[in-house]
């Protein structure tokens, strides 16, 4: 491996392969393609290998970064997704969705001199990699420990717990909801971002490991938390934050008024897209507008362009405070998505015949900072005006779902439906009860729910130990 | 999965399936529903159940072949495995001594009263009984709901068996049991709506289990969603049960309409032949 000192700084981070816009605003086939071999050496060997790396600080699970790229640059991929693969388990995933951007390559020393080494593709490359190759790795497993857990919900918290706790020898069952495992990452984030064959592949591998999958099975409706209680030593809840906001305004239960999640729902989980193979319906849209501006609000705009309608992202602040990563809204841009930026909808108008027709929108501009520190929209007085509409998805956030908590007595949760833990433990107010991901913090990232996830399994380790 | 364990067509278009799905029988209320899905590449419904037994593990449902779901839960034999029966869904029915009680069924929902119409007797109710159908050979399970009522009547709209007409005939049977103090009722939206009409004018609580579009049954994506006085709710979660006297109907009719023209597609697919819809069975 070279020294930091003697390398002459290569600035040049390694584009990757996408599909051109004009094609893949046509398609649900996977936009970016990934590096290619070469490639990855290439942008693997422009690490400094930094003696005091700052990028691991930056990521949330704190991956050896510099310790597998120079796996990479010395082509021992089998080495590298080992390295990855002791802190994270969905890599393919994380390489794929994570804020990269503001994690760990912003921490990177690079950064400052405007070349940032691209870790987010070159932990996706090790991870396709090692998929590509068929066979993955099995870690042996302790002898079993005789104690049992149960993890409500099958997102990327469930995925971890499950995943640490099979490797230290308890036997762990995940009860899902729907019908099939992933949580947000098959019911949400849709095809052409994250294909679905990869989420399938991870959750084959935690059932190989042994971990046993219970999908259609709704916790605090088919079975509660104390029934769980009754036949394991631990019930972890990670049932994520799915109870979908609507902006509570005038025609908001016209048809054609979807929030998020729906539509959502019905392309990926269902595969809308592929209807009438597949049977969950999905409407034609002409033109549609998409409320919000997270990631969330990303994905249904590029799904309802790929099924051929004309798409507006309404949002009430500027182009700055978007809260979707960059790299998204510029897919966007360039697939044609059109923004229209520091515009609210205040009510929505119908046709007569129950169907939404058209938004009616005020213009902001903007204030002091506010609470979350970002520049506050102020309505302009007398800036009503009519934007013609056929369908409206409403992507402004989502909370917990109550049904666990009303559903288990004792259980602290706060006025927003997030579940009180213990931050470096996950324990709840419950005894034997542990929580993490988006059902305590609120929608949030991948990598934090699995970060949450890590910190549960290990409190929850410790407790069966004691037993 | 689930497993099939009998199928039956009880009157023309109308079936009744028994499946083996022990933690859901278990769990199961007066009142809930199950989401099912009948293949791989299928749609997820919501289901009422009509009785069920926690020993046996298994449930019943009584279901109307309206769409593309529903013609092939029609078809699979006995045997055959659900890719998805999930519940129990829904709050339960508020069971209490209320003290007399009419049950209004119609089509499908006469299947879902059943339980009901059980529980409200096991609670000291004077349980009346009024099941509704375009003919008499569309009336089914007569002598169950009399078994767990005090009286049992029959309005038919060509009048082939016991009142002619519709609900519109209920205070008759209200005003020869006064007083009525709770009104539940179970099966189409349009059959709902009118009882609720007719009602209204009584000052008789109506309780009305609605039966919008749902996908996950959980709350999760809200299409589900109703205006019940002037609130949102999530008939999934927050129901299915609600006051229909505060019922926005023509918003729920309207919702519920709004996948007709691609749900046709499924079904004249699935059945290769036109599509009728479930448009009020004849009430006008
Ligand atoms: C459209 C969209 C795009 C996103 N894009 C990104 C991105 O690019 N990058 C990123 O980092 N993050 C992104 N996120 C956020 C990220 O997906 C979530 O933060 C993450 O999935 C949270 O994981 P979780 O395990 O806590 O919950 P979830 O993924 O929500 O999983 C919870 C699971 O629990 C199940 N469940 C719920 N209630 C019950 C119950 N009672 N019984 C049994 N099971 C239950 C649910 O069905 C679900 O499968 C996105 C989110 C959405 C919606
Ligand atoms: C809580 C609840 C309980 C129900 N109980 C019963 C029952 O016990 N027996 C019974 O026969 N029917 C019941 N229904 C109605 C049943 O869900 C629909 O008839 C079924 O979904 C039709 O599906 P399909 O594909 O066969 O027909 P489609 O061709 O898809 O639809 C026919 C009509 O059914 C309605 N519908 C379509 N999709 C859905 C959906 N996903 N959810 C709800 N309605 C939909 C629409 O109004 C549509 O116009 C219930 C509905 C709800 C919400
Ligand atoms: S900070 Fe950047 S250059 Fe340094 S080790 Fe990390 S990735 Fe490599
Ligand atoms: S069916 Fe999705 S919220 Fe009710």
Request: charged share 25%.
């Amino acid at each position: 491996m070279t020294e930091p000192g003697k390398k002459k700084l290569d600035l040049r981070r390694r584009e990757m392969p996408k599909q051109p816009p004009e094609v893949r605003r046509r398609n649900f086939s996977e936009v970016a393609l990934g590096y290619p071999v070469e490639t990855a050496v290439e942008e693997a060997q422009r690490c400094l290998n930094c003696p005091k790396p700052s990028c691991i600080g930056g990521c949330p699970v704190e991956i050896d970064i510099p310790k597998f790229i120079q796996c990479i640059a010395a082509r021992d991929f089998v080495a590298g997704i080992r390295v990855i693969k002791e802190k994270n388990c969905l890599p393919a995933v994380c390489g794929r969705v994570c804020p990269q951007e503001e994690q760990c390559e912003e921490a990177c020393v690079l950064k400052k001199r405007g070349g940032q080494v691209a870790i987010g593709r070159l932990e996706r490359f090790l991870a396709d990699w090692e998929a590509a190759q068929g066979e993955v790795e099995m870690p042996t497993l302790p002898p079993p420990t005789g104690r049992k857990v149960a993890v409500v919900g099958g997102g990327p918290a469930g995925l971890t717990v499950a995943g640490d706790l099979i490797r230290l020898g308890h036997a762990v069952t995940i009860f899902e909801a729907l019908h099939k495992m992933g949580g947000v990452l098959v019911y949400g984030i849709p095809e052409f971002r994250l294909p679905k064959a990869i989420v399938h592949r991870e959750v084959e591998y935690l059932r190989r490991l042994g971990v046993q999958i219970v999908t259609d099975f709704v916790v605090g409706k088919t079975r509660t938390v104390d029934s769980l209680l009754e036949e394991y030593d631990a019930v972890f809840i990670g049932s994520g934050a799915g109870l979908p906001w609507f902006m509570q305004i005038p025609g908001e239960n016209l048809n054609g008024v979807y929030s998020a999640n729906e539509y959502l729902t019905r392309m990926n989980l269902m595969k809308g897209f592929l209807f009438p193979q597949y049977h969950t319906p999905i409407k034609e849209h002409r033109r549609v507008a998409v409320i919000g501006g997270g990631n969330v609000a990303m994905d249904c705009a590029r799904t309802a362009l790929r099924l051929g309608a004309e798409v507006r992202v309404v949002y009430r602040r500027s182009r700055e405070e978007l809260p979707a990563r960059e790299e998204e809204i510029e897919n966007a841009e360039e697939e044609g998505v059109v923004f229209d930026f520091l515009t609210l909808p205040v009510r929505y108008i119908g046709d007569g015949n129950g169907w939404v027709k058209e938004m009616e929108c005020l213009k902001m501009k903007l204030g002091e900072p506010d609470a979350s520190g970002r520049r506050r929209p102020i309505p302009i007085e007398g800036s009503e005006y009519r934007m013609a509409v056929d369908a409206v998805i409403c992507a402004i956030g989502n909370s917990p779902n109550p049904l666990i908590a009303s559903t288990t007595p004792g259980l602290e949760v706060r006025k927003n439906g997030t579940i009180v833990v213990d931050e470096e433990t996950g324990k709840t107010s419950r005894e034997r009860v542990w929580a993490g991901g988006d059902v305590v913090t609120g929608a949030a990232t991948v990598i934090l729910a699995m970060g949450a996830g890590r910190k549960a399994a290990r409190s929850i380790h410790q407790y069966l130990c004691s037993l | 999965m689930a497993e099939l364990r009998a199928t039956e067509m009880i009157v023309p278009n109308m079936h009744l399936l028994t499946i083996h799905a022990p933690e859901v029988a278990k769990a199961l209320r007066p009142g809930q529903f199950v989401i099912v899905r009948a293949e791989e590449e299928g749609e997820r419904i919501p289901l009422s159940v009509s009785d069920w037994d926690p020993a046996e593990g298994t449930l019943s449902i009584v279901f109307m072949n309206v769409g593309g779901t529903t013609n092939t839960l029609a078809k699979l034999p006995a045997g055959s495995r659900l890719p998805t029966v999930v519940g129990p869904l829904g709050k339960p029915t508020e069971i209490d001594h209320f003290g007399t009680v009419l049950c209004v069924g119609g089509c499908y929902g006469i299947g879902s009263l059943y339980p009901l119409a059980r529980a409200l007797k096991l609670a000291g109710n004077k349980v009346i009984v009024a099941i509704e159908a375009r003919s008499s050979f569309l009336l089914f399970w007569e002598e169950r709901l009399a078994q767990v009522s005090d009286q049992l009547h029959v309005i038919t709209r060509d009048g082939s068996k016991g009142l002619r007409g519709h609900v519109g005939r209920l205070p008759e049977i209200i005003a020869g049991c006064q007083p009525v103090h709770r009104i539940i009722t179970n099966g189409c939206t349009y059959l709902l709506k009118r009882v609720s009409d007719v009602s209204r004018p009584l000052g008789i609580k109506t309780v009305v289990s609605l039966n919008p579009i749902m996908i996950d049954g959980t709350g999760m994506c809200g299409v589900c969603r109703v205006t019940v006085g002037a609130s949102t709710q999530f008939a999934c979660v927050d129901g299915p049960d609600f006051d229909g006297h505060q019922v926005d109907w023509a918003e729920l009719l309207q919702r519920r309409m709004q996948y007709v023209r691609e749900e046709m597609r499924v079904y004249r697919s699935s059945r290769g032949e036109e599509a009728v819809i479930c448009q009020g069975h004849g009430h006008d």
